[in-house]
C-alpha cells in the first residue's frame, strides 16, 4: 500500500471474539451493534474514522469465518499463488457455499491490513490454528489482538506463542477496559506491522492527539461555565402577604424556593454533564447503581466522597477572605426564616454533606402586599469544590470509558461492581495554592464577579487535572 493512502483495516477472528467490541473501541462508535450471540455481523462494515473531515483510518468489522479449514487448505494447494486472497474470492465469490468467506476475505483481497481478534479466555482449537494458519499465508501485514472476554489468564502465554510465530506484532488488548493512553498505543503498533504505514500511522496518531486536546479544551469550557453559573444562581418567589392565609403559604414558597434553587443546581449540573458526553462521543451511556455520579447532588454520600477536607477548606476560606459558616443576611426582622430550618428542613441530609453550612444566601425584600424571597448566591464555601469534583468524576469516566462496553456488560453474571469513589477527591489532590485559587474564583463568582487572571489559572488547573486523566493512571484512584 501507498504511503498516501489511508490505512484499511480489516478485523478478523471468531464470532463473539470481540471484534465488533475492538472496532468500536478504536473508532469511538458505541452504536456499533455487539452482541452475546455470535454472528450478529453478517456483512463487512466499514467504519472510518473521520476527523476534520478526513479520514485518518478506516476499520473494516467483518463476520467470523465460515469455513476457514476449507480455505486453508485451497491456500496449501496453491504454493505457487502469489496473491491467495485475491485468487480465493476470484474464484469463489459466485459459490453460496462460500460467499460469506469471500465477503470476509475481500477487503484483504483488495489490501487491506488483518488485525486478528481472540479471545485470549479460550482454549485454542484447531479452527483458530487454522485461521491464522491462513491469515499468514495471505502474505499481508498483520498484528493480532488478544482480548479477553473474561478473566481467565491461564491460556494467555499459549496464544502469545502461537500468535508470535504468524503475526508481526501481537498486542494484549482489552476492548471493554481501553482507555484513551492504550488505544493509543495499540495504534502505535501498527506502525510495526508494514514499515511503509509509519508515515501514515504517525500522522494519524497526531490528529488523534490534536483532536484529544481540543476536547480537553472544550470540557474546561464546560466546566467553567457550569461553576459559573452554578455559584452565581439566584431564585425568587413572591409571597401575596395581603392574604390571611400568608403564613401558611410563606411555609410553601420557601420549601418550593429551595427546590427550586436545587433544581436549577442539578439541571446546570445535568446539562454540562450532556456536554462533557458529547464531547467524547458518546451516545450509550450506562451507569452502575453504585455510581457515585447516579447519587443525588445533595446527597451525603457525595458530600462526603468529594470535595476538600475541612483543613484544606478552612486553609482555603481564609485565602479566599470567605466565612466557611453560615452567611445567611440575617436582617429578616421577626422573620422565623433561618437558613438551617429553611435548608434542614427541604433537603433532610443535606446539612451533613455541606458540614452544617448553609447551602446559599436566603434573602426576603418587602414590599407593599408581597415579600420577595429569594435564594442565593451560593454561599457554602464547600459546595463549589463538591461540584467540581463531580464533574471531573463524570469527565474521566466519559474520557476512559470504552465505547466497545455497552449494557450487555451490565448484566453478566460476574459483573465487577462499579466503584467510582476516589479515595481522594480530585481538588484534594491540587497543590494548596491552586486549591486557594480556585477557592478564590469561587469566592469572586459568589459576589457575581468574572476575574479573568484567576479564570485563567483556574482554566490551566482543571486543564491539567483532565490530561492527567488520559494518561491511564486511573485504575490507582478508581475503578472506572
Ligand atoms: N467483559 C468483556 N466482554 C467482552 C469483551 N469483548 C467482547 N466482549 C463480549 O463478547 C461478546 C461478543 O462481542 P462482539 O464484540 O460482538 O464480538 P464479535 O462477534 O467478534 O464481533 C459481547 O457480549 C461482548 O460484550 C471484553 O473485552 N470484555
Ligand atoms: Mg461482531
Known amino acids: 500500500m501507498a504511503a498516501t493512502t489511508t490505512p484499511v483495516l480489516s478485523i478478523m477472528g471468531h464470532p ?3 471484534k465488533s467490541s475492538v ?26 474514522v473521520v476527523i476534520d473531515g478526513k479520514t485518518v483510518v478506516e476499520f473494516i468489522d467483518t463476520p467470523g469465518f465460515q469455513n476457514p479449514s476449507f480455505i486453508l487448505e485451497w491456500f496449501q494447494a496453491h504454493p505457487d499463488e502469489p496473491d491467495l486472497a485475491r485468487a480465493f474470492v476470484d474464484l ?22 488483518i488485525i486478528l481478534v481472540v479471545d485470549g479466555s479460550k482454549r485454542i482449537k484447531e479452527k483458530d490454528r487454522a485461521e491464522i494458519e491462513l491469515l499468514r499465508l495471505t502474505g499481508r501485514p498483520r ?4 482480548n479477553n472476554t473474561t478473566n481467565v489468564t491461564e491460556y494467555m502465554d499459549q ?29 502505535s503498533a501498527l506502525k510495526t506491522i508494514d514499515q511503509r504505514w509509519e508515515d501514515r500511522i504517525d500522522e494519524t496518531i497526531e490528529t488523534f492527539a490534536h483532536d484529544w486536546d481540543r476536547r480537553i479544551d472544550q470540557t474546561v469550557t464546560t466546566v467553567l461555565e457550569l461553576l459559573k453559573k452554578a455559584l452565581a444562581l439566584r ?5 401575596n402577604i395581603k392574604d390571611r392565609a400568608a403564613p401558611v403559604e410563606r411555609e410553601a414558597v420557601k420549601a418550593k424556593l429551595v427546590e427550586s434553587f436545587e433544581d436549577a443546581l442539578r439541571n446546570l449540573e445535568v446539562k454540562a454533564q450532556d456536554e462533557v458526553r458529547a464531547h467524547f462521543r458518546h451516545n450509550v451511556w450506562n451507569l452502575s447503581p453504585e455510581s457515585i455520579l447516579q447519587k443525588d447532588l445533595f446527597s451525603d454520600e457525595v458530600g462526603k466522597a468529594l470535595g476538600l477536607s475541612r483543613g484544606q477548606l478552612a486553609l482555603v476560606g481564609a485565602a479566599a477572605g470567605a466565612t466557611t459558616g453560615a452567611t445567611l443576611d440575617l436582617s429578616l426582622g421577626g422573620s422565623t426564616l433561618g437558613a438551617a430550618a429553611l435548608f434542614g428542613a427541604a433537603t433532610g441530609g443535606a446539612l451533613g454533606a455541606f458540614g452544617g453550612a448553609a447551602l446559599a444566601k436566603v434573602d426576603i425584600q418587602k414590599a407593599i402586599g408581597i415579600e420577595r424571597i429569594s435564594m442565593g448566591p451560593v454561599t457554602n464555601a464547600r459546595f463549589p469544590f463538591v461540584l ?4 471531573l468524576l463524570y469527565c474521566a469516566r466519559a474520557m476512559n470509558w470504552s465505547h466497545g462496553r455497552q449494557a450487555a456488560d451490565e448484566d453478566a453474571p460476574n459483573r465487577v461492581p462499579e466503584r467510582d469513589v476516589p479515595r481522594k477527591a480530585f481538588t484534594e489532590e491540587l497543590p494548596a495554592d491552586q486549591q486557594k485559587k480556585l477557592g478564590k474564583f469561587f469566592a469572586a463568582l459568589r459576589k457575581g464577579k468574572e476575574p479573568r487572571d484567576l479564570e485563567e489559572d483556574c482554566r490551566e488547573t ?19
Open 16 to 18: 463473539n471474539a470481540g
Open 23 to 48: 472496532v468500536a473501541t478504536l473508532t469511538e462508535n458505541d452504536r456499533i451493534q455487539i452482541d452475546k450471540r455470535a454472528g450478529t455481523t453478517t456483512a463487512a462494515d466499514h467504519y472510518p
Open 92 to 113: 469463489h465469490c459466485a459459490d453460496p457455499l462460500y460467499v460469506h468467506d469471500c465477503t470476509l476475505l475481500r477487503p484483504v483481497a483488495e489490501g487491506a491490513a
Open 143 to 146: 498484528m493480532a489482538i488478544l
Open 159 to 187: 496464544w502469545q506463542d502461537l500468535l508470535n510465530k504468524a503475526f508481526n506484532a501481537v498486542r494484549e488488548f482489552n476492548a471493554h477496559r481501553a482507555t484513551y493512553d492504550e488505544r493509543m498505543r495499540l495504534m
Open 235 to 239: 431564585v425568587t418567589e413572591v409571597v
Open 388 to 391: 467540581l469534583d463531580r464533574i
Open 462 to 480: 482543571i486543564r491539567g487535572v483532565l490530561r492527567g486523566l488520559s494518561e491511564s493512571k486511573i485504575d490507582s484512584r478508581a475503578d472506572l
